[in-house]
């Protein structure tokens, strides 16, 4: 009887905690935002949003090939040819100059699409299958330590795709190609370039040397080929980059697109916010690679392309470019308190390390101080005035306050070592200040108090 008793009371607390939560969209920058809901389902839905990109300048070209992929490694942006050599270039982000080489000797490069990492390794995809004939898709691990002393330690992982059985040649209509990939604590996942569906389907297999069938996850309508990813596990979030392809038709197409995801449970990547931001219509690029060092500003390259359709050249540079990406992640972020957002490394994460799937945000943003570099913020929580320091550089710098929706509450120009909190759109809660100034964007998040 005693243990019927217990086995209720269990099953009670469980019907108890499951009535508790309420499933629905938890994002206040979505068009169907629930404050009621405590469960994130992946329902939200956004407005149409246009971006644009600053452009720093053409590739060298020596990187015509280069551009497919972007990495931040070793504090600095860093590419590799998708076929011609098996080096390394280091790219200045101030200018796209190209700054370094680094030559890894030992290995082949038949088609390399994406380099990922964690603490340890680089993982060289050399998977690119246009027409989804390839049976030697793999990738290549190659120890951090080793690449600096130039004694290249290489591994391979082979995988297959476990439904794939027919090899017949069919050039930018399979489903079999692949650009991109990101690689977490125990496992890699593919994103696949689905050519005529313009679907992205998410592929899993171990991180360890061997030979593996990758597992069909789930697949996603993006709109457009994928052909980029990067990936902040701390915050639950991956970034990908592609643009769409209209069957080939050029003159329609090459439209760039990031797709932000986040808030996902585990490794399930598109179980949370799916939030889509496009370039102007005129804008046309076959954007390959995505990269970021501060998770605010993201940078993107993109192949040369030229085309003559109906007596129309499209004729587009290898270039890099830079986005500001601050107004549509931070106000997510700010539910977050465990590290200043303008000093999270991202690509340099020990992705082998960190169960991404353990973090809870905490409830309370706290007390940010900031010697980092010369900033600091006070006091936090404040009541009518925001107190700066901070280095040289930044006095005259453009300042935006933004809530924790994504709305600017406030901006103007930093002068003098304070801003004022007493405008009637301050409410008392999070914010997010962002300082734009020569030297950089930094981004801090403060309490607004009574």
């Known amino acids: 009887m005693r243990q019927l008793i217990i086995s209720f009371a269990i099953l009670l607390s469980a019907i108890l905690h499951a009535a508790a939560q309420i499933c629905g969209c938890t994002d206040p920058m979505a068009t169907n935002y629930n404050a009621n809901a405590t469960v994130n389902d992946g329902s939200c839905t956004y407005p149409s949003t246009t971006i644009s990109a600053t452009e720093i300048g053409q590739l060298d070209a020596s990187l015509l090939e280069g551009s497919s992929t972007l990495f931040f490694w070793n504090g600095g942006y860093w590419t590799y040819n998708?076929?011609?050599?098996?080096?390394?270039?280091?790219?200045?982000?101030?200018?796209?100059?190209?700054?370094?080489?680094?030559?890894?000797?030992?290995?082949?490069?038949?088609d390399t699409e994406e380099v990922s990492q964690d603490s340890l390794y680089l993982y060289f995809g050399d998977f690119g299958n246009n027409s989804g004939t390839?049976?030697?898709?793999?990738?290549?691990?190659?120890?951090?330590?080793?690449?600096?002393?130039?004694?290249?330690?290489?591994?391979?992982?082979?995988?297959?795709?476990?439904?794939?059985t027919d090899f017949t040649s069919n050039p930018q209509a399979t489903d079999f190609d692949c650009e991109s990939f990101i690689v977490t604590r125990d496992s890699i996942y593919l994103f696949t370039k689905q050519w005529v569906s313009e679907q992205t389907t998410v592929y899993g297999l171990p991180k360890t040397p061997g030979t593996f069938v990758a597992h069909r996850l789930e697949t996603y309508n993006v709109g457009g080929l994928v052909t980029g990813a990067t990936y902040i596990p701390q915050y639950r979030m991956a970034v990908l980059c592609?643009?769409?392809?209209?069957?080939?038709?050029?003159?329609?197409?090459?439209?760039?697109?990031?797709?932000?995801?986040?808030?996902?449970q585990g490794d399930d990547f598109f179980s949370g916010n799916k939030r889509r931001l496009n370039f102007g219509t005129l804008v046309k690029e076959q954007v390959e690679a995505v990269a970021t060092s501060n998770a605010t500003d993201f940078y993107i390259t993109n192949e040369h392309f030229t085309t003559t359709q109906l007596g129309i050249t499209v004729d587009r540079p290898a270039k890099l470019?830079?986005?500001?990406?601050?107004?549509?992640?931070?106000?997510?972020?700010?539910?977050?308190?465990?590290?200043?957002?303008?000093?999270?490394?991202?690509?340099?994460?020990?992705?082998?390390?960190?169960?991404?799937?353990?973090?809870?945000?905490?409830?309370?943003?706290?007390i940010h101080s900031f010697d980092t570099e010369g900033f600091r913020i006070y006091p936090n929580p404040a009541s009518d005035r925001l107190h700066i320091d901070y280095p040289e550089g930044y006095e005259g710098a453009e300042y935006e306050i933004l809530n924790l929706s994504g709305q600017n509450v406030a901006k103007g120009i930093l002068k003098g070592n304070s801003i004022s909190l007493n405008n009637k759109k301050f409410k008392a809660g999070k914010y997010i200040l962002i300082l734009r100034g020569k030297h950089g964007t930094k981004s801090f998040i403060f309490i607004k108090k009574e």
């Not at 080489?101 to 030992?106: A, E, F, P, V």
């Not at 793999?138 to 004694?151: A, P």
């Not at 003159?251 to 797709?259: A, R, V, Y």
């Not at 960190?354 to 809870?360: A, E, K, R, Y």
């Open 242 to 264: 592609g643009y769409d392809y209209n069957g080939g038709n050029y003159l329609s197409s090459l439209h760039p697109f990031i797709l932000l995801l986040y808030d996902f």
């Open 321 to 366: 470019q830079k986005l500001d990406l601050s107004n549509y992640i931070l106000p997510y972020w700010a539910t977050f308190n465990d590290t200043p957002i303008d000093t999270v490394p991202t690509d340099t994460i020990p992705t082998d390390t960190i169960p991404t799937d353990t973090i809870t945000p905490p409830d309370t943003v706290g």
């Open 134 to 164: 390839r049976q030697n898709l793999h990738i290549l691990r190659i120890s951090k330590e080793s690449l600096l002393n130039q004694t290249f330690a290489v591994d391979t992982i082979w995988f297959s795709y476990e439904d794939q």
């Open 82 to 110: 998708d076929h011609t050599n098996c080096c390394l270039y280091r790219i200045d982000s101030t200018n796209a100059s190209t700054t370094d080489t680094l030559c890894i000797s030992g290995i082949s490069n038949y």
